[in-house]
């Protein structure tokens, strides 16, 4: 990459594919992955010997060992085994999870579903943590972005969806300081998508002299989320975005339309065949998803398209045909939910309070408020890969009128060059011309409050608030005499504290004795740039205004568990390192029998009888050894050298191959 190139990076770290891309001279370019591809999947493996692979190579152990490809960590980050939220998802995966003692580091059977990050992937007798899957996705990206800028990257800007919760947002950023990120802020992934609408838009003279009111909808394969954010016109100075309101589902997403198609098939099947789903094997099933996720991609562009597994049971081949009719019936009611979810981000816009049921179904719905937003609405911008599908974009043409939909940046990489854009301009200051920089004042989802009396959630930060934020509030004793008290931080948008998330508890000690209502403690509530969140309390009669801050929350991990993880992440990446320099010296030594080969098919030896005989021994070598390390393979390719040495010597000097470089196998 020529020119100034920014030295932080923005990543897309998605549910199903993951994305990285860098301001460069002036421009965003999307940085490829180490296969060449603009994007990874989002997943990874580990073979017998515990070797891991990410991405693509991952993908390739999905049919022969399911159990041992991980997938899904943003699903499962920051949540406990235990959320009901994950209940409906736990058969449709083909690894194993396991509720988790984090005490004890062991396997418990005591559910708590107030405990964050107690899930665990089991391989074998292993146990892999989301925040490590997610920070091992995030070491790909950061080592493939080091080899293309050819220097060290520490600062990125990570993305999740706007509707993450505290303990995801800690765990994912946890995540990024494992990668060996030491510079990390988290940005919403809707904010992002309009960035990167923001900084081409910024490069349009005209267009950036008007102001502009955006809706992203941005639907991937794991979560779904709209916001709207209002692009005021530019000065010399730049522009102002502001996020207006945001609203979405962390559990929505192109996974859940795969489950539909594949569930159909399998039903129609049984039915035909008269099969127990019982009875049909793990190997058929997974091709049978693997399908299913071709279909949705196919039906983009297709009327119809035919689903073939052949042998699904016993003799039997599965074939079906499936019409875009169809799958827009059984995938309905989750283009339906996201709707909801839109109407009540545009109810927010001005002032209204969803409410949802547990279906997704907005309870409260405002039909003036949501037509009074509709109709300040200027731009509708489609994100996120599901976002091709044709009944969405209907749906969307029909609530907000076709002239306004629009996919103006690729929906695969719309998110990470947002990032890029906003690490350029926040974390390394590589924005140069200021006409084109862009200012972003993003939000905070949900309220942030405590429990008070009777168990009624008081927010301290009400949703939609401008971040970073610091809000105080005064609060008093329950009872006579009380000396200390326990506070309970929850998020939420209900108005009793069990039907929101808690996030953590700590006791504030040392009040003096004094009549209910007396005493006044000041609780403090600070939400940074990333929408993590701090908390401390303090009594303000006291003479030394004690002060405490939140240091057991159940959604954080341990300084000692990131330690850990960065321990466990760099001993993978000695390990990925051996393993790369055994498969290049394999691959030189694979390489150097082919050579001599050509060359005793050539005519350029005497004896072909005894060069066929080395090289056939040489060949067996490499087939009985797959495994064999760095070292071995260089002996064998000195071995080689050596016996044909005398073999062209006796074939009256003919030109002698050196064998390759590593650099020319590479």
């Known amino acids: 990459m020529s020119g100034k190139t920014s030295d932080a990076i923005g990543i897309d770290l998605g549910t199903t594919y993951s994305c990285c891309a860098v301001y460069s001279n002036g421009n965003i370019e999307v940085i490829p992955n180490l296969e060449g591809k603009s994007t990874t999947p989002s997943v990874v493996a580990f073979d017998d010997n515990n070797n891991k692979l990410v991405g693509d190579a991952a993908l390739f152990k999905k049919t022969s060992d399911p159990t041992a490809v991980l997938y899904d960590a943003k699903r499962l980050i920051g949540r406990s085994f235990d959320d009901p939220e994950l209940a409906k998802f736990m058969n449709t995966w083909s690894f194993k999870l396991v509720r988790f003692d984090l005490k004890n580091k062991c396997e418990s059977s005591i559910a708590d579903k107030d405990i964050f990050d107690n899930i665990r992937y089991k391989v074998k007798d292993r146990y892999h943590e989301p925040v490590g899957l997610s920070a091992y996705i995030l070491i790909y990206l950061k080592e493939a972005a080091e080899l293309k800028l050819n220097k060290k990257i520490t600062k990125a800007v990570v993305t999740v969806p706007a509707h993450f919760k505290d303990s995801q947002r800690s765990s994912t950023k946890s995540a990024a300081i494992i990668a060996g990120f030491t510079e990390v802020r988290l940005l919403n992934e809707p904010t992002a998508a309009a960035l990167a609408y923001g900084f081409y838009r910024g490069k349009d003279v005209n267009a950036r002299q008007n102001s502009e009111t955006v809706l992203v909808f941005d639907l991937g394969g794991g979560t779904f989320d709209v916001s709207c954010l209002k692009f005021e016109s530019s000065t010399e100075e730049g522009a102002l975005a502001e996020t207006l309101a945001t609203d979405g589902d962390t559990l929505l997403g192109g996974r859940d339309f795969d489950h539909e198609i594949y569930t159909y098939c399998v039903d129609h099947f049984c039915l035909k065949h008269k099969v127990d789903k019982a009875q049909i094997s793990d190997k058929s099933k997974r091709r049978l998803r693997i399908e299913a996720e071709k279909a949705k991609r196919i039906l983009s562009t297709a009327q119809s398209t035919t689903i073939n597994v052949d042998y699904f049971f016993s003799e039997h081949d599965l074939c079906l045909e499936l019409t875009r009719p169809k799958f827009v019936q059984l995938c309905e009611k989750y283009f339906n939910r996201a709707m909801e979810r839109i109407k009540g981000c545009l109810m927010t816009i001005k002032g209204g309070k969803p409410n949802y049921d547990n279906s997704g179904c907005l309870l409260n719905e405002d039909k003036n408020l949501i037509e009074k937003s509709k109709k300040d609405i200027d731009r509708v911008l489609l994100v996120g890969g599901s976002s091709r599908i044709p009944c969405v974009i209907d749906k969307l043409n029909q609530m907000f009128g076709q002239e306004k939909v629009f996919m103006p940046v690729n929906p695969d990489e719309a998110v990470a060059i947002g990032a890029a854009y906003q690490a350029a301009l926040i974390l390394s200051s590589d924005v140069t011309n200021k006409s084109e920089s862009l200012l972003l004042m993003d939000t ?147 390489s150097a029998v082919f050579m001599y080969k050509k ?53 009256g000097g003919a030109a002698q191959p050196q064998g390759p470089e590593v650099e020319e196998v590479n």
């Not at 403090?524 to 929408?531: N, Q, T």
């Not at 060069?611 to 495994?627: D, Q, T, Y």
């Not at 064998?636 to 050596?642: A, D, G, P, S, V």
């Open 599 to 651: 060359l005793v098919d050539e005519g350029k030896v005497n004896d072909k009888v005894k060069a066929n005989e080395v090289i056939a021994k040489h060949e067996k070598w490499l087939i009985e050894n797959p495994e064999a390390d760095a070292e071995d393979c260089q002996e064998r390719i000195k071995h080689l050298q050596n016996e044909f040495i005398g073999l062209m010597q006796q074939g």
């Open 444 to 590: 905070t989802p949900m309220d942030i409050g405590v429990e008070t009396a009777g168990g009624i959630f008081t927010p301290i930060i009400k949703g939609n608030s401008t971040i970073p934020t610091q809000k105080k509030q005064i609060f008093t004793t329950y009872s006579d005499n009380q000396t200390s008290v326990q506070i309970n931080i929850y998020e939420g948008n209900r108005a009793m504290v069990k039907d929101n998330t808690l996030l953590g508890s700590f006791s504030l000690e040392g009040i003096p004795p004094a009549p209910r209502g007396v005493p006044q403690i000041e609780i403090c509530c600070v939400v940074d740039h990333s929408g993590c969140l701090k908390v401390n309390a303090r009594d303000i009669s006291t003479s030394n205004k004690n002060e405490l801050e939140i240091t057991d929350m159940k959604t954080k991990l341990s300084d000692e568990d990131i330690e850990r993880l960065k321990k466990e992440a760099e001993m993978f990446a000695e390990q990925d390192k051996k393993v790369r320099e055994r498969v290049e010296k394999r691959n030189e030594y694979d």
